[in-house]
């Protein structure tokens, strides 16, 4: 397996793009990394899996380190399917790091599509740098990936960046979900965005603003999503307990709680272990947060279950406030019920993040936990 150090230097995205390119076509076995501590608990210099081409590494909700298997079939079918979906191969502006499926994917689409990708220059996400950056792209049609952090930075930027962001032909947001008052500024504001659920174990987004691509199968079993098709992984590195329990007759069992609908699209409501217990009633934390970010005031939200000695669990908020939020705790509770509004809610400018914009709840679990001083 050949690990790949990403220093965030143009030099070695090109050794990580070359190393991807040699790999898909029969080549050794990729493993992207910025973390010494991720990348040695893959195990470097054992053999990889049979049919691995990348080895996607990360911590997980979790925190306990995995790496997810992803064949080259897998990966160039992901490529195709969104170049299917999107409206043909183009021009990419990587912006979200290459160690994540997010970026390597981007990689990947621009190997197929025989594009120079362009590297957000510095370390960190500014609208300035990504005008500056998507001011480079001369191809067409122009595409980028980013999570909702990212987009929103550019629509509250509201200059250069939001002029860059308007010039492409779609940008997939993906990594954590995007609120549907997030999906509003971005239509009011001319910007052509499309929401991608998926993960490392499907090689990246495999289903587009509530549709599978091409080739992808999705199902509902109970109420746990399932995914089918050519992108998914063929395990986790070094650990087939783990693989016999997600990976079973070409199906991919995740974490998450969804529905699908008559019509064919998907409606993702969270993970599974986003249930809180509070007095004997189970509270979606997902439902709160879609409720509280639906109120004027509210930019973003997290909800997470913490203890108490009466109710076992309390139903607890983190807000980032756009303005003067108004009675938040009436509004869930005209909404979803006494039992979901938040027995408490704090509110700071942002929320923790962990791995390519995702939230980190255990972060806000640990901030709003009794005693914890915020």
Same mark, same amino acid.
């Given at each position: 397996?050949? !690990? +790949?150090? &990403?220093? @965030?230097?143009?030099?070695?995205?090109?050794?990580?793009? /070359? *190393?991807? =390119?040699?790999?898909? $076509?029969?080549?050794?076995?990729?493993?992207?990394?910025?973390?010494?501590?991720?990348?040695?608990?893959?195990?470097?210099?054992?053999?990889?899996?049979?049919?691995?081409?990348?080895?996607?590494?990360?911590?997980?909700?979790?925190?306990?380190?995995?790496?997810?298997?992803?064949?080259?079939?897998?990966?160039?079918?992901?490529?195709?399917?969104?170049?299917?979906?999107?409206?043909?191969?183009?021009?990419?502006?990587?912006?979200?790091?290459?160690?994540?499926?997010?970026?390597?994917?981007?990689?990947?689409?621009?190997?197929?599509?025989?594009?120079? !990708? +362009?590297? &957000?220059? @510095?370390?960190?996400?500014?609208?300035?740098?990504?005008? /500056? *950056?998507? =001011?480079?792209?001369? $191809?067409?049609?122009?595409?980028?990936?980013?999570?909702?952090?990212?987009?929103?930075?550019?629509?509250?930027?509201?200059?250069?960046?939001?002029?860059?962001?308007?010039?492409?032909?779609?940008?997939?947001?993906?990594?954590?979900?995007?609120?549907?008052?997030?999906?509003?500024?971005?239509?009011?504001?001319?910007?052509?965005?499309?929401?991608?659920?998926?993960?490392?174990?499907?090689?990246?987004?495999?289903?587009?603003?509530?549709?599978?691509?091409?080739?992808?199968?999705?199902?509902?079993?109970?109420?746990?999503?399932?995914?089918?098709?050519?992108?998914?992984?063929?395990?986790?590195?070094?650990?087939?307990?783990?693989?016999?329990? /997600?990976?079973?007759?070409?199906?991919?069992?995740?974490?998450?709680?969804?529905?699908?609908?008559?019509?064919?699209?998907?409606?993702?409501?969270?993970?599974?272990?986003?249930?809180?217990?509070?007095?004997?009633?189970?509270?979606?934390?997902?439902?709160?947060?879609?409720?509280?970010?639906?109120?004027?005031?509210?930019?973003?939200?997290?909800?997470?279950?913490?203890?108490?000695?009466?109710?076992?669990?309390?139903?607890?908020?983190?807000?980032?406030?756009?303005?003067?939020?108004?009675?938040?705790?009436?509004?869930?509770?005209?909404?979803?019920?006494?039992?979901?509004?938040?027995?408490?809610?704090?509110?700071?400018?942002?929320?923790?993040?962990?791995?390519?914009?995702?939230?980190?709840?255990?972060?806000?679990?640990?901030?709003?936990?009794?005693?914890?001083?915020?």
């Amino acid at each position: 397996m050949l !690990p +790949v150090h &990403l220093d @965030g230097s143009p030099g070695a995205l090109a050794t990580l793009k /070359a *190393a991807v =390119a040699d790999a898909l $076509g029969g080549g050794p076995a990729v493993l992207p990394f910025t973390d010494p501590a991720l990348r040695d608990a893959m195990a470097p210099a054992e053999p990889a899996e049979p049919g691995t081409a990348v080895v996607i590494a990360t911590s997980g909700s979790t925190g306990a380190p995995k790496g997810v298997l992803l064949s080259a079939r897998a990966l160039v079918a992901s490529a195709e399917a969104t170049h299917d979906r999107l409206g043909g191969p183009g021009q990419w502006l990587l912006a979200t790091p290459a160690q994540y499926i997010g970026g390597l994917q981007v990689l990947v689409r621009s190997l197929l599509a025989r594009t120079e !990708p +362009v590297l &957000l220059p @510095g370390t960190g996400f500014r609208p300035d740098s990504f005008a /500056a *950056a998507a =001011a480079t792209l001369t $191809g067409s049609p122009r595409y980028t990936a980013l999570v909702p952090t990212q987009l929103v930075r550019l629509l509250d930027d509201g200059g250069a960046g939001l002029a860059a962001a308007k010039t492409f032909d779609a940008i997939v947001v993906g990594a954590a979900a995007t609120s549907p008052a997030v999906r509003e500024r971005a239509a009011d504001a001319g910007v052509r965005i499309v929401p991608a659920y998926g993960m490392s174990e499907t090689a990246s987004g495999c289903v587009y603003d509530g549709f599978p691509l091409d080739g992808v199968r999705v199902d509902v079993t109970g109420d746990r999503i399932r995914i089918a098709g050519p992108l998914l992984a063929h395990g986790y590195r070094r650990r087939p307990d783990l693989t016999a329990e /997600a990976f079973r007759d070409g199906w991919f069992t995740t974490s998450d709680r969804g529905i699908l609908h008559d019509d064919g699209r998907l409606e993702v409501l969270g993970r599974a272990d986003d249930m809180i217990n509070t007095g004997g009633v189970k509270v979606s934390a997902n439902a709160v947060e879609r409720c509280l970010c639906a109120q004027p005031g509210v930019r973003d939200a997290c909800v997470v279950g913490v203890p108490d000695p009466e109710w076992g669990e309390a139903v607890v908020a983190l807000v980032v406030p756009a303005g003067e939020p108004g009675d938040l705790r009436a509004a869930v509770r005209a909404e979803l019920g006494a039992a979901s509004a938040p027995k408490r809610i704090e509110y700071d400018a942002e929320l923790p993040l962990r791995g390519p914009g995702k939230v980190d709840r255990a972060a806000v679990r640990s901030r709003l936990a009794p005693g914890a001083r915020g």
